[in-house]
């Protein structure tokens, strides 16, 4: 089983998911504020939910597999910390929630800078 492809897929399932919510649900229940906040979880949520079918579909490709697989972790964990403090934050508006963000930023990074040393 490809691990990375099922969390993508499950990830991508919870974006369009949550971004429908956010969508419908939400509109007239948070502040034009809150709920930009929460689109920009679900804008990076998206994008690294495609991010790990993608490196699900190269893993099996690349000699260094570990680290395409490792990436996917560190993006994984980015959603989770990223997109789910601003999904927290919004709902709630705790602003420390807020202190949360900037981790997940960081595994995105990291994610992003193994798929390069694997490619290389």
Partial sequence: MNTLLLL???????????GAFGAHALKNKLSEDQLKVYQTGIQYHMAHGL???ILGLISKQLDNSSLVILAGWFLFAG???FSGSL????????RKLGAITPL???MFLVGW????VAAV
């Fill in 104 to 106: 997940g930023g960081v």
């Fill in 79 to 81: 959603i989770i910390l």
């Fill in 51 to 53: 991010g790990l079918l």
């Fill in 113 to 116: 800078v193994l798929v390069v």
């Fill in 87 to 94: 999904y927290a934050l919004s709902l709630t508006g705790i």
């Fill in 8 to 18: 993508g897929g499950i990830m991508m399932f919870l974006a369009v998911a949550l």
